[in-house]
């Protein structure tokens, strides 16, 4: 299995620019067909067309929403275009907004800027720092870091709006997912089981960030910032511990530590297991569902293949 799995939501704020679709600001189109950047650009502070002193650079990622540093005499802002919603069946933006906006207030995530009431787009301020990599994820230390930034966020008041629901999620997948298959059936009852062995239902439900890959950690010199609230909902705070294992094996190697730091000391073996295998058959599923409407990679259809192996195997057969 690779140990950098392509996250659920492909990077939608890599801070890799892609230079040929870097430039000085010019007309909108040349960088994005869609008519829709020039109006959302209208919003960023400091914009006005034709202005030498502003430029846009189109950035890495995001088969479903594109993004792009936006530098003006104002400051450096990140504008995101959204033309459709790709993550966990989320039907609109509002609860990604208003959980991201309690982080930004917390100090561990870009402050936002300006949302679209139509949900097109998104503005934040552009964070300087170090985007992290898979060998952050081996590290002690950097694990240490990012258990602290998500007590922090575990700690903050969690709204009504947003509750989710993993097991209905599961079980929406199974019925949009064609041909049917039995062992998606299965799988739901296994989940049935897993959720309460978990012990989830015995913690108290807080804000959880849900996709926790590199390209959503930026390191900077205040400490941790987690971009791409996309997934961001109100559930299990284990679930994001989960997450972490999931998408990177050598991290299960500090699985106690992570999970003394991140505030769940009393989470037994078993119990992350089972959260481990449920996060592990939510991203499965999410894969078998989007390869209905998107044609997938070559590196998607490998980490599916892995994720389909580890399902299989059950919450309880080990990794």
Same mark, same amino acid.
């Given at each position: 299995?690779?140990?950098?799995?392509?996250?659920?939501?492909?990077?939608?704020?890599?801070?890799?620019?892609?230079?040929?679709?870097?430039?000085?600001?010019?007309?909108?189109?040349?960088?994005?067909?869609?008519?829709?950047?020039?109006?959302?650009?209208?919003?960023?502070?400091?914009?006005?067309?034709?202005?030498?002193?502003?430029?846009?650079?189109?950035?890495?990622?995001?088969?479903?929403?594109?993004?792009?540093?936006?530098?003006?005499?104002?400051?450096?802002?990140?504008?995101?275009?959204?033309?459709?919603?790709?993550?966990?069946?989320?039907?609109?933006?509002?609860?990604?907004?208003?959980?991201?906006?309690?982080?930004?207030?917390?100090?561990?995530?870009?402050?936002?800027?300006?949302?679209?009431?139509?949900?097109?787009?998104?503005?934040?301020?552009?964070?300087?720092?170090?985007?992290?990599?898979?060998?952050?994820?081996?590290? &002690?230390? /950097?694990? !240490?870091?990012?258990?602290?930034?998500?007590?922090? @966020?575990? %700690?903050?008041? =969690? *709204?009504?709006?947003?509750?989710?629901?993993?097991?209905?999620?599961?079980?929406?997948?199974?019925?949009?997912?064609?041909?049917?298959?039995?062992?998606?059936?299965?799988?739901?009852?296994?989940?049935?089981?897993?959720?309460?062995?978990?012990?989830?239902?015995?913690?108290?439900?807080?804000?959880?960030?849900?996709?926790?890959?590199?390209?959503?950690?930026?390191?900077?010199?205040?400490?941790?910032?987690?971009?791409?609230?996309?997934?961001?909902?109100?559930?299990?705070?284990?679930?994001?511990?989960?997450?972490?294992?999931?998408?990177?094996?050598? &991290?299960? /190697?500090? !699985?106690?530590?992570?999970?003394?730091?991140?505030? @769940?000391? %009393?989470?037994? =073996? *078993?119990?992350?297991?089972?959260?481990?295998?449920?996060?592990?058959?939510?991203?499965?599923?999410?894969?078998?569902?989007?390869?209905?409407?998107?044609?997938?990679?070559?590196?998607?259809?490998?980490?599916?293949?892995?994720?389909?192996?580890?399902?299989?195997?059950?919450?309880?057969?080990?990794?």
């Amino acid at each position: 299995m690779a140990e950098d799995l392509p996250r659920p939501d492909p990077g939608e704020l890599s801070r890799t620019a892609v230079p040929q679709a870097t430039s000085a600001f010019g007309p909108a189109a040349a960088l994005d067909p869609e008519p829709t950047l020039g109006f959302a650009l209208t919003h960023v502070p400091g914009y006005l067309p034709g202005r030498p002193d502003v430029a846009i650079t189109r950035l890495a990622g995001g088969s479903v929403n594109h993004s792009y540093r936006v530098s003006t005499p104002a400051g450096e802002y990140v504008l995101r275009l959204s033309p459709q919603t790709d993550a966990w069946l989320v039907t609109d933006r509002k609860v990604e907004r208003e959980l991201h906006a309690r982080a930004a207030a917390e100090g561990i995530a870009p402050r936002i800027v300006h949302a679209d009431e139509q949900d097109r787009w998104l503005i934040t301020e552009f964070i300087e720092g170090r985007l992290w990599s898979a060998a952050d994820f081996a590290a &002690a230390d /950097s694990l !240490a870091l990012l258990a602290q930034t998500l007590r922090r @966020l575990h %700690g903050l008041q =969690a *709204p009504a709006r947003g509750r989710f629901d993993l097991l209905s999620a599961l079980g929406a997948y199974v019925q949009r997912i064609r041909p049917a298959d039995a062992r998606l059936q299965t799988y739901l009852e296994e989940a049935a089981r897993a959720w309460p062995a978990s012990g989830a239902p015995d913690r108290r439900a807080t804000i959880v960030h849900h996709d926790l890959h590199a390209s959503n950690v930026i390191e900077t010199r205040c400490g941790l910032m987690l971009i791409d609230w996309e997934c961001a909902a109100v559930s299990d705070p284990l679930l994001d511990v989960a997450c972490v294992l999931s998408y990177y094996e050598p &991290a299960r /190697s500090f !699985a106690s530590m992570f999970l003394e730091r991140v505030g @769940l000391p %009393g989470v037994s =073996a *078993p119990q992350l297991q089972a959260a481990v295998w449920l996060f592990d058959l939510h991203t499965w599923l999410w894969y078998c569902e989007r390869r209905q409407r998107r044609v997938p990679t070559q590196a998607e259809l490998d980490t599916a293949r892995g994720l389909s192996l580890r399902v299989a195997r059950g919450p309880q057969r080990g990794r």
